[in-house]
Nanobody
Framework: QVQLRESGGGLVQAGGSLRLSCAFS????????MGWFRQAPGTERVFAAA????????YYADSVKGRFTISRDNARNTVYLQMNSLQPEDTAVYYC???????????????RGQGTQVTVSS
């Protein structure tokens, strides 16, 4: 059974950085594209970034482009989200997901994590 476990969330001041990690287990990690989504209080879960199974292509929501970087280490079965220049509007629960392609819709992923809280103070 596939398990995804996010870590690295926390409280950071505006302008700061965080790196989220998502550890994958239960299947062959390198067979899956990975995505990061986020959900702020009272809003829908939205796409943030995705990366292909081999790590050669990455895609970003306009709201995070230029500030966030998704990467993966297939030897460590882990996908990362480096978040720089964080702003209060980035406050959300961040989730990772694994799927057959780099979808920008949560429901299209096969496996999903439980999330990690990121809070950015002004």
């Amino acid at each position: 059974q596939v398990q995804l476990r996010e870590s690295g969330g926390g409280l950071v001041q505006a302008g700061g950085s965080l790196r989220l990690s998502c550890a994958f287990s239960g299947r062959t990690f390198s067979n899956y594209a990975m995505g990061w989504f986020r959900q702020a209080p009272g809003t829908e879960r939205v796409f943030a970034a995705a990366i292909t199974s081999g790590g050669y292509n990455a895609y970003y929501a306009d709201s995070v482009k230029g500030r966030f970087t998704i990467s993966r280490d297939n030897a460590r079965n882990t996908v990362y989200l480096q978040m720089n220049s964080l702003q209060p509007e980035d406050t959300a629960v961040y989730y990772c997901a694994a799927g057959r392609n780099t979808y920008n819709k949560w429901d299209l992923y096969d496996y999903r994590g439980q999330g990690t809280q990121v809070t950015v103070s002004s």
